[in-house]
């Protein structure tokens, strides 16, 4: 079946410091989603990719699909303490498998 | 215009007994999702639903565990005899309907505690 791989598990960095997180498929997608879930809190919704190299900018957050619809990264420039949380990302493949997700990225800023 | 309910959000229950947690979805939302998600790890998906059918169950425990969207009223995912092991934070989701890409949105979850 569908696998979704993140890294890394785990990302400290100092505030004001760049962060990245990589998401890889063993299978094309028809379309990659990005989820925040805080501390305590629930998934929430951040975007979704659908067109092959795709690029999506929200304030400090780029989003990008690959050319070959099997990977993806976020990244945020420098971060805040608001970006603290966990990144997942969600791939959807072309049948009626829904989306799967990955183990997501724990980001943990030091102020 | 109420999002994702989902309730309890806590409950705590003993070895053997039975834990019932509800979700009701978005207005407009016709497919509940369940996940599970255990502490530091990530969402671990457990059924697909739409009203009155099952339409991906792969996720779900092959005993104790069962699920349902009734034609009214909440989804429901039922877990029977419950033990340690089952511990964790259930998140229910839903999307709108037609096939394609669909976006979760989630609920705040029913976090369970088994003594």
């Known amino acids: 079946g569908q696998q979704v791989m993140q890294i890394p598990q785990y990302q400290h960095v100092q505030e004001g410091e760049d962060f990245t997180t990589y998401c890889n498929s063993s299978?094309?997608?028809?379309?990659i989603q990005w989820y925040k879930q805080r501390p305590g809190g629930h998934p929430v919704f951040l975007i979704q990719l659908v067109k092959s190299g795709e690029v999506k900018k929200q304030k400090r957050l780029t989003f990008q699909f690959g050319e070959a619809k099997k990977n993806s990264s976020l990244h945020i420039t420098a971060t805040q303490t608001t970006d603290v949380g966990t990144y997942f990302c969600a791939g959807e493949g072309g049948g009626a498998d829904g989306l799967t997700f990955g183990k997501g990225t724990h980001l943990i800023i030091q102020p | 215009n109420a999002g994702v309910m989902q309730n309890p959000r806590h409950l705590v229950r003993r070895r053997g007994q039975e834990a019932r947690l509800r979700c009701s979805p978005m207005k407009g939302h016709s497919h509940v999702y369940w996940y599970r998600q255990l502490p530091e790890e990530g969402l671990k998906f457990m059924v697909y639903?739409?009203?009155?059918?099952?339409?991906?169950e792969s996720g779900m425990p092959k005993e104790r565990f069962s699920a349902e969207f009734p034609k009214e009223g909440p989804s429901i995912l039922r877990i029977q005899q419950v033990v340690r092991g089952d511990s964790a934070a259930y998140f229910c989701?839903?999307?709108?309907?037609?096939?394609?890409?669909?976006?979760?949105?989630f609920g705040a979850g029913s976090r369970l505690t088994v003594l």
């Open positions: 989701a839903s999307s709108p309907p037609g096939y394609g890409a669909n976006v979760l949105t």
């Open positions: 639903l739409q009203k009155e059918n099952i339409i991906d």
């Open positions: 299978t094309t997608l028809s379309n």
